[in-house]
């Protein structure tokens, strides 16, 4: 049973970048696409973009400008870094696993709250 | 991008009741259509994929049924552990959209 957990700071200062890692434990992050999901306080959810283990990816357009995720296949993790943030991009940061590229998400991690405040 | 549509976006119900949740497409999406669950403070749980094929391990009473722009969620007899958000999320194209929830409360 593979299971993710994400990590990273729990408060980022406006303007600045929003660092997150996803641990993938209990199985190979190889053959799999691996994605980012936010979920602002009381609102749905977001897809942010995913990697595949061999590196390509795809960004939800409305982040593209602002959104770097790669993977580090020898620590079986993989990363995300969403700049310039402001109070809009406080939310719940979930990473999750799709069995193909743009499919559905059968695993999750449990999620990080992050807020942007100074 | 695809809007994905959901209703209602809430409603009460009681133990043993039948629901029904419909989710709909701005536009054709074959059956990329994708259910999930969640509960207050935990990550969301996939039900259904692909319309109508239940994931490993989720209770029989759970249903899915749709194509094309038109999907529905059914749940046989609801169940206190049922209580709970669902969310379509269409997987046709990326954008990866998510429906806007519809929140299944206690009557």
């Known amino acids: 049973q593979v299971q993710l957990q994400e990590s990273g700071p729990g408060l980022v200062k406006p303007s600045e970048t929003l660092s997150l890692t996803c641990a993938v434990s209990?199985?190979?992050?190889?053959?799999?696409?691996w994605s980012w999901i936010r979920q602002p306080p009381g609102k749905g959810l977001e897809w942010i973009g995913y990697?595949?283990?061999?590196?390509?990816?795809k960004y939800n357009p409305s982040l593209k400008s602002r959104v770097t995720i790669s993977v580090d296949t020898s620590k079986n993790q993989f990363s995300l870094k969403l700049s310039s943030v402001t109070a809009a991009d406080t939310a719940v940061y979930y990473c999750?696993?799709?069995?193909?590229?743009?499919?559905?998400?059968?695993?999750w991690g449990q999620g990080t709250l992050v807020t942007v405040s100074s | 991008d695809i809007q994905m549509t959901q209703s209602p976006s809430s409603l009460s119900a009681s133990v043993g009741d039948r629901v029904t949740i419909t989710c709909r497409a701005s536009q054709n999406i074959r059956s990329y259509l994708n259910w999930y669950q969640q509960k207050p403070g935990k990550a969301p749980k996939l039900l259904i994929y692909a319309a109508s094929t239940l994931q490993r391990g989720v209770p029989s009473r759970f249903s899915g049924s749709g194509s094309g722009t038109d999907f529905t969620l059914t749940i046989s007899s609801l169940q206190p552990e049922d209580f709970a958000t669902y969310y379509c999320?269409?997987?046709?194209?990326?954008?990866?959209?998510f429906g806007g929830g519809t929140k299944v409360e206690i009557k």
């Open positions: 209990g199985g190979s992050i190889s053959s799999y696409y």
């Open positions: 990697i595949h283990y061999s590196g390509s990816t």
């Open positions: 999750a696993r799709g069995a193909a590229a743009g499919t559905e998400f059968d695993s």
């Open positions: 999320q269409q997987s046709y194209t990326t954008p990866l959209i």
